[in-house]
Structures are given as structure tokens and as C-alpha cells.
T-cell receptor, first 114, second 115 residues
Framework: GESVGLHLPTLSVQEGDNSIINCAYS??????FIWYKQESGKGPQFIID?????DKRQGQRVTVLLNKTVKHLSLQIAATQPGDSAVYFC?????????????FGQGTILTVHP | DAGVTQSPTHLIKTRGQQVTLRCSPK?????VSWYQQALGQGPQFIFQ???????QRGNFPDRFSGHQFPNYSSELNVNALLLGDSALYLC??????????????FGNGTRLTVT
């Protein structure tokens, strides 16, 4: 069945460092991927998305890389700040009639130390 | 511009009871999806509503039902509550009928505790 998983459940970095959060997916039919940030007591907040016809997309301080050959997704956060501390989820959507159904991984806890 | 709003924020129910959760989508959005998030896990898809109909459903029993109103707001109903239904229930909205390149925007959820 479909599954999206993360290699590392926790990541601890110093303020100013670059962070890389990894994600593996198993559904080769997935054609759309999203990274969400979830802070305590809040819902997931959209960070960045990427379609399967791309291998890289950049936003403000964030970059998502997609390697379809090995079914791997990563989120890079530049100059990580204490406010970036949260749980990060990757999510995927299969093509066809999956509409809004996202399949989420378990999440990675990012802790940024001042 | 209001984002996705959910009510109530917290709720405590007893086993066997029924509960109704409410969601107003982000302005301009017409599609509403519901997710269940257990503690320490990622959200799990329950179902999606578009044009007042359930369009897709995840692996949840019939005790979970929903409704979408003409103004695009939505309700999630859970009957015969079990202890395992305790979770954060998230509503997400999107535009354009929920096509694949329209990211979901989530509300802050309703924390349901079943005792």
C-alpha cells in the first residue's frame, strides 16, 4: 500500500545552520508532494510543494528536492532560526482521482538551539 | 482574509456518545477535507467534500460521516464514540475542486477526548 516515511524522527541544529529533513515514499504513482510545518497546538502549515515533473523548487529560505529514481524527497532550510522549531511532515498525492487525499509521513521533530 | 476555522477547539465526550465538529473553509475555497491526527502521528485522511457530496473516503468506518453546506462549510459527525477516536481532527480546504496542484490549507483542529 501507499506509505510515506521519514529517515530521521528528530533533528537538532544550531541557529544559523542549514537543516535537511528527508522523506522516502513508496507509491510510484505519486505526482505531487508537499512539505508542512506543524507547531504545537496548531494545524499543519503549508511550506512548499513540488510536482513530479520537477526535481527542485525554491522558496524563501527553503528548497525541496525530489529524486523520483529512489523515491526520495528532502526539505532544506537555510539559516535555521529558533522559530523553525516544529514537526515537519512530507505528504504525497497520487495521480488520477485522488483529488485532495494526502498521505502523510510520521514527521520529523526539528529543534533549533539558539 | 480568514483562514480555515474550526469549532470547537476542544471537546470531551463519553464512550458511546455522538459528536459534531464544524469547519469553515478559507475564503475562495470550495473543497473541504477532514483528517484525523493521533498523538505523535501524521494526519490520516477521513473524507473529502466537494459540491456538497462526499467525493472520496479513506479507511474509516461508517460511524464517521459528514456534510457540506451550500456556503462550502462542513461538518464531521462521529457516532458511537470509542476511546480510540480521541485525536486531533483537522479540516483542510482547497480551491478548484481540489485538483492536484492546489495545496491544502489546514485549520488548527478540534482536540477530541473520549473518556
Amino acid at each position: 500500500g501507499e506509505s510515506v516515511g521519514l529517515h530521521l524522527p528528530t533533528l537538532s541544529v544550531q541557529e544559523g545552520d542549514n537543516s535537511i529533513i528527508n522523506c522516502a515514499y513508496s507509491n510510484s504513482a505519486s505526482d505531487y508532494f508537499i512539505w508542512y510545518k506543524q507547531e504545537s497546538g496548531k494545524g499543519p502549515q503549508f511550506i512548499i510543494d513540488i510536482r513530479s515533473n520537477m526535481d527542485k523548487r525554491q522558496g524563501q529560505r527553503v528548497t525541496v528536492l525530489l529524486n523520483k529514481t529512489v523515491k526520495h524527497l528532502s526539505l532544506q532550510i537555510a539559516a535555521t532560526q529558533p522559530g523553525d522549531s516544529a514537526v515537519y511532515f512530507c505528504a504525497e498525492k497520487a495521480g488520477g482521482t485522488s483529488y485532495g487525499k494526502l498521505t502523510f509521513g510520521q514527521g520529523t521533530i526539528l529543534t533549533v538551539h539558539p | 482574509d480568514a483562514g480555515v476555522t474550526q469549532s470547537p477547539t476542544h471537546l470531551i465526550k463519553t464512550r458511546g456518545q455522538q459528536v459534531t465538529l464544524r469547519c469553515s473553509p478559507k475564503s475562495g475555497h470550495d473543497t473541504v477535507s477532514w483528517y484525523q491526527q493521533a498523538l505523535g502521528q501524521g494526519p490520516q485522511f477521513i473524507f473529502q467534500y466537494y459540491e456538497e457530496e462526499e467525493r472520496q473516503r479513506g479507511n474509516f468506518p461508517d460511524r464517521f460521516s459528514g456534510h457540506q453546506f451550500p456556503n462550502y462549510s462542513s461538518e464531521l459527525n462521529v457516532n458511537a464514540l470509542l476511546l480510540g477516536d480521541s485525536a486531533l481532527y483537522l479540516c483542510a480546504s482547497s480551491s478548484g475542486g481540489g485538483i492536484w496542484n492546489s495545496p491544502l490549507h489546514f485549520g488548527n483542529g478540534t482536540r477530541l477526548t473520549v473518556t
